[in-house]
């Protein structure tokens, strides 16, 4: 058995397959399965190592980083437009700014009522 799963591992093993759903002659879901099984160092040999660019593998959350300094940007940048008292963008991601327009339409945008 060791030696099977070592020629394995070695030389890799590819196993492919296709699922298709069909009703009344109409595709409505295909699955394309590829599965290999191959040693790290057999996959490198084939170029294959997503892996070692996968930020979850690779505790690399720069992406994650940049998501955050962006929206923490961009919640800054609407508050200075609000203390600026210019109107508010379209489309603001603050909760902030949605609950000062909640408000804003409660009261008639400022309109008097009587």
Excluded: C, Y
């Amino acid at each position: 058995m060791a030696d099977i799963l070592e020629r394995v591992l070695d030389k890799g093993v590819v196993i492919a397959g296709d699922i298709m759903v069909n009703v009344l002659d109409i595709e409505l879901l295909t699955l394309k399965v590829r599965l290999l099984i191959a040693s790290v160092d057999t996959a490198r040999d084939m170029g294959i190592d997503w892996w070692t660019a996968d930020p979850f593998l690779t505790g690399n959350n720069q992406l994650e980083r940049e998501n955050r300094e962006l929206k923490s940007r961009i919640e800054q940048l609407e508050r200075q437009v609000a203390a600026a008292g210019l109107p508010e963008p379209e489309g603001s991601s603050t909760g902030e700014h949605r609950q000062v327009r909640a408000a804003s339409t409660r009261r008639g945008n400022g309109a008097s009522d009587g």
